[in-house]
DNA sequence: GTTATAAAGTGTAAAAAATACAATTAAATA
DNA sequence: TATTTAATTGTATTTTTTACACTTTATAAC
C-alpha cells in the first residue's frame, strides 16, 4: 500500500504567506506585519501561517486573511511554492504564497492593529524577511497579468466606485498614465459596468457618477465574446 | 526561537509531478506512466517523485525529469500546488506542478521504456488519476499563456526547424489553423529567429529553409523593445 | 525529358484596434 | 456673479490584424 512507501519519504512544514493589496487615495499598499520581537524585530514580513493537518493550503490562507482582517471570501489566488533550502534561516520550511485583493475599507481596522499589522505604499516598501521580496514581485506581476484580462480590480475598490477611481487604479497598477477618453471609451464597451443614478462627491464640486460591477452581466456577456480587457 | 516554535506544526509529505509536453507530427503529446502494479493498475499517471530533505521543489521535479528522460537543463516551470485534503486517497500529500517542454528526440528511449513510460497525444488522453488531469488542464492553460509571449515553444522544436514546423506547433498548441501568409509576416519581425542556408526536405520535394533561435539576439532585442509575439 | 504533384513561399487591400489630442459641463466656493 | 476644479465628451490618425490566391521549387511518375 501507498503507506507503507510513503514512510520513508521526507516530511516538511509548509507555511502559507500573503500577498495582500489594498487601494486608496490613488495608490497600492500591502498589509505587512511588524516583528515587535526577536528574531528579526524591527522587520517585516508578509502575514503568514503553518498549513495545519486538516487544511489545503487555501483554506490555511484564507484562515490566516481573514484571522488578520476579519474578512471572507475575498478574492484571493495561489502563486506558487516557494522551496529554497535556506529561504527560512531557521529550519526548513516551504511556503506557499498568495494574493489577495481586499478593500481596505472593508477590513477590520482594531484587528488589524492587534496584529501589529499597517498598510505600506507598495512603491515605499519597508524590509522584508525571507523570501518575502521576491514573492511580493511575482504578485505584483501576476497581478498586473490577471488585471489586464479579468475583472478583478474591482475587488480593490467599494461596491460602486467612479471612473476616475477605476481608472487611479490601473495607473496604480500598471505604473502608467492612461488617457481618460480612450480609457472610458473601452469601458463603454463593457455591459456589466453599470452606470448608477448617484454621485460620489468627495473628491470634485461637480461629483462624478457611481458604477457598479454586475457579475452576472458579466458572465453572460462573456458568454457572447465579449472579454474584460484594460 | 524558530525551532521551537515550528515543533508543534505538522509536517507533510511534499511531492512533485511534472506534465511533460513533447511535439511531433504536428501534435502535441505528454510523456505518461502506465501502472503496471497495484493500486491503479492499469491506470495512467503524471511522474513524479517525493521532494528529498535537501532539494528545492525545483531540483526534485528537474531530477525525476532527468531520470526519466536522460535530459538535464530542460524547460521547466513550476504551475502551482496542489493540496486538497483528499487528492492522494492513500495518504495526505502536497504535490507541486511542474511543466516542462522537451523535443522528443532528445530523450532517451530506452529509459524512458525501462520506466514505462509513454508519449500520449495530448488531444487523446487516458484516465490519469488522482488530481492529475486537473494538473494537465492547468499546464495546458499556462503553455498558452506562455507561448503566446515568450519564445519558449522552441524548446519542443530540434535546434533546427521549419518555418511550417513552427507554425504547426502553434497550431497544435492554441487547437487553431493561423494563415500562414500572416504568420511568417510576424516571424520577419523578429530578428532572433535566424535563416540557416540549409533546407529540411523531410516533408516536402521542394525542401523548407531551416531556421535556428538565437537566444542572444532575443535578449538583444527585448532590450530594444522589441518582443515576441505569436 | 516532359509532366504531374505537393508543399513552400510571397504581397496587398480592408477592417479593426489603439492612440493622440482639447473644449465643454457641472457644481461648489469665493 | 465669477472663479475654480474635476468630470465628461468625439474625432482624426496611426498601427495592427485580418482576409485572401497565385507562383515557385524539386522530386517522382510517366
Known amino acids: 500500500m501507498y503507506q507503507t512507501f510513503y514512510r520513508d519519504q521526507t516530511q516538511f512544514y509548509v507555511a502559507v504567506d500573503c500577498i495582500i493589496f489594498g487601494f486608496s487615495e490613488g495608490r497600492l499598499s500591502l498589509l505587512l506585519l511588524k516583528r515587535n520581537m526577536e528574531p528579526a524585530k524591527g522587520q ?35 502563486l506558487m511554492l516557494f ?20 478593500n481596505v475599507a472593508d477590513s ?33 506581476k501576476r497581478l498586473r497579468i490577471e488585471a489586464s484580462t479579468k475583472p478583478i480590480g474591482f475587488n480593490l475598490l467599494p461596491e460602486r466606485f467612479t471612473v476616475p477611481q477605476l481608472q487611479a487604479l490601473y495607473e496604480a497598477i500598471y505604473g502608467i498614465s492612461i488617457d481618460k477618453r ?16 448617484e454621485k460620489d462627491k468627495t473628491s470634485s464640486k461637480r461629483g462624478a457618477y457611481l458604477y457598479s460591477f454586475d457579475k452576472e452581466r458579466y458572465e453572460k456577456a462573456k458568454l457572447e465574446g ?5
Open 44 to 78: 517585516w514580513s508578509l502575514p503568514g501561517g503553518f498549513i495545519e493537518a486538516q487544511e489545503s493550503a487555501e483554506v490555511a490562507a484564507a484562515r490566516v486573511l481573514s484571522t488578520l482582517t476579519g474578512l471572507d471570501e475575498v478574492y484571493m489566488d495561489q
Open 83 to 102: 522551496s529554497k533550502i535556506d529561504r527560512d534561516p531557521g529550519e526548513r520550511v516551504l511556503s506557499v504564497a498568495f494574493y489577495a485583493l481586499i
Open 108 to 140: 477590520n481596522r482594531e484587528q488589524v492593529r492587534l496584529h501589529n499589522a499597517y498598510w505600506r505604499d507598495l512603491d515605499d516598501l519597508p524590509a522584508l524577511i525571507f523570501d518575502h521580496p521576491e514573492m511580493v514581485h511575482s504578485a505584483l
Open 182 to 197: 480612450n480609457f472610458r471609451k473601452k469601458l463603454q464597451s463593457m455591459p456589466f459596468l453599470v452606470k448608477l443614478d
Open 226 to 230: 465579449i472579454h474584460f480587457a484594460l
